[in-house]
DNA sequence: AGTTCAACATACTACTCGGTATGTTGTCAA
DNA sequence: TTGACAACATACCGAGTAGTATGTTGAACT
């Protein structure tokens, strides 16, 4: 009788902490589509809590300020990213053919979850124009460095590919950035049409990619599959 | 001396209503400065004012609201890239070599005119998401046909090089956006270092240029000068 | 049954910002 | 010299907003 009490407190630790998490993930959902829908500046944090049928007291409750509800929604993105390619980074195979399987995932990523993402983009951007108090600053400051390892894990791939012969560019660092603004350009032109399926997001994902191979001198025929 | 009077009549017409655009034309100058570095919702009016060393009194003088500062911002931005490309989109030569000069006037555009340039880019988005109040909504929308105009030059000219068999790409659609993005991207990632030349510009204007053409399927060999 | 506490809602404050109403000044025509 | 007007500056108002202080309630625990 020792053991059930002791496993029944924490089923309900976990049950207690995962109803807490669950309103959190709600708030999240919340914050990123109304961050998404009119950017960080002019959302409010009534408008996050009219979209949810609450009030401000709610949001406050999880969180301190309007950044740190921001920052959550940044690192929650970036964490569906990390998840994302963790399959597929790690594959066998040729560096140019990982990478072509990281780049599909990764936009795929921009679009189903593209509120978060948008934060994401935000996120930087305020970050790089210094539009933080200096306590935030270095929690964005972590949630960069975050992306940037990011950006690290595919500019090692590229690298090693044009090592291996099957692309060609100039500048890592500036390849980079055109890479992945080609790659998270679904986040400012997509916009999901009424009975879409996964194929014409698959058609979306497949130009997109196709589009930034050739940018990166990927090697006629070199991995087409 | 009928022609004398009549002629410093008009002179001192140009020269008062120049003297009120030279104004009109500083307060664009802080304004696009201002609206880059802390986008629109976040940038007031007065701050504005302050990087001029004035009050909103001068600033209202001219425009009758913020919405109405942006807008004008935003024209000037897109009329500055019309006249950057206008010698060059009648100009001889395949589509193909026209669309690689457009491209990096293009280009060199969003350097140069970076802080007009990213108004331009939120002045899309502001327009999208539809954060615009009924009457601005068809100012905004006027521009935005300008916009479109613009982009369907470039639009029509890689149709032209692809039917010539100098690109290969799908939907012009799509791959309008692609382009775009990636010839638009310096506006995120470029930073003016200090004793940068108009050489060093050129070379990121040429990485930029390059990595677009390849991802347009331009035909190996077709007008590389 | 009573206590505690998480998870909110309500009420309020201090402050910012867009916009307006009005005052001031230099300039130019008559 | 004097009115008129453009080009501002100054003073002010109302609306909205981030954050706080406090009230409320249902459920778990004892």
Known sequence: MAARPHLTER?????????SDSSRATILDAA???????????????????????????????????????????????EMNYAAIRPV???????????????MVHTRQMIVTRPYQRVVWEGVELYLRGATTPEQREEFARLMQ???????????VIVAAREAGDMRFE????????????????????????????????VIV?????????????REGACNG
């Open 89 to 103: 980074r790690d594959a066998a195979g040729t560096a140019v053919a990982r990478w072509r399987r990281m780049a």
């Open 206 to 218: 497949a130009q997109v990619v196709d589009f930034t191979a050739r940018g990166l001198g990927v």
């Open 171 to 202: 500048d890592p660092r500036v390849t980079e950035q055109l890479m992945f603004v080609s790659l998270n350009s679904p986040l400012f032109w997509y916009t999901p049409r009424p009975g879409e399926n996964e194929r014409d997001i698959e």
């Open 11 to 19: 089923e309900e630790e976990i049950r207690s902490v995962g109803a």
């Open 32 to 78: 990123a589509a109304c961050f998404m829908a009119k950017g960080y500046a002019a959302s409010s944090i009534d408008d996050v809590a009219r979209s949810l049928g609450s009030t401000k007291g709610r949001i406050y409750h999880h969180y301190p300020s309007k950044g740190d509800l921001f920052a959550d929604v940044f690192r929650a993105g970036m």
């Open 146 to 156: 975050y992306r940037n390892d990011y950006g690290a894990i595919f500019r090692q």
